[in-house]
Every structure is written in C-alpha cells, then in structure tokens.
C-alpha cells in the first residue's frame, strides 16, 4: 500500500504536466490518485508530446520502459531501507562485538551486491532498448 502523501505528490505531479502538455490532467490526476503510483509508467507512456520531444516504440513499450525504471527505484529505496534496519538493529541489539561486526559487514556487501545487481540490470535493459529502437516506429 502506498502511502497517502506520495500518491498525492505523485498525482498532484501528474495533474501538473498533463496541464502543461493539455492533456487529459483530471482524468490522469484520478487515476494515479485513486488506483496508485503503479499507473504513472502507463501516463508516461501516453501523455501528450512537446513539439521538441520524440517518442520510440509503442505504448506498450515505453509503459514498459517506465515500469522498470520504476521498479528499479523502488529496488533500490528497498535495499537502503533493509540496509539502514539491519544497521539499526545491530547497535541497538544485545550482540558480541563480532556479531554486530557480521551483521555490518553483510549489510554493507548486501547492499554492493544489490547495486552491482541493479546496475547490470540497467545496462541490460538499456542495451535492449538500443537494439529495439532501431526500428522505424516513432512518435513526434
């Protein structure tokens, strides 16, 4: 469940470029409102286009494209939130000193190794937007 106060700064975002751009905003503001930030991707995907911006691919592409940079943030707000609490956890706790040096450095590689794993993905994914792009479908 998101909380109330980002789907609202994410709704109250969205209601704003969709004004700028004059597209749909109330209809954009209430569906990311009402049915959560997990509809931003789609809005991204399909809002109205400046004269100087250029849009690859389909609709489902770039809902895609989105998605994942979305879910890579949401990874990475994860990995620090689950770092920070183990952290917490081991000062506060009733541990051995080499316990709570464990627990630091697992946290501290677990946190490496979820970068490193994030940033492969990103490469991966971009590379493939490369190559798909190469195709002649575009959006002015």
Not at 69 to 86: H, I, N, T, W
Not at 104 to 111: P, R, V
């Amino acid at each position: 469940m998101w909380p109330k106060w980002l789907r609202g700064a994410i709704a109250g975002w969205v209601y704003l470029d969709s004004s700028r751009r004059e597209g749909l905003s109330v209809f954009w503001f209430l569906l990311v409102l009402l049915l959560g930030p997990f509809l931003l991707p789609a809005y991204l995907a399909a809002r109205p286009l400046f004269s100087n911006e250029e849009r690859h691919g389909s609709f489902l592409w770039n809902a895609f494209w989105h998605l994942e940079s979305l879910f890579a943030l949401l990874a990475g707000f994860a990995s620090v939130a689950v770092f920070v609490e183990s952290i917490e956890d081991s000062i506060k706790g009733d541990y051995a000193k080499n316990k709570r040096a464990e627990i630091l450095a697992g946290s501290i590689f677990s946190l490496f190794l979820v970068a490193v794993i994030g940033l492969l993905e990103r490469i991966g994914v971009r590379f493939l937007r490369y190559m798909l792009e190469a195709s002649p479908i575009q959006q002015k």
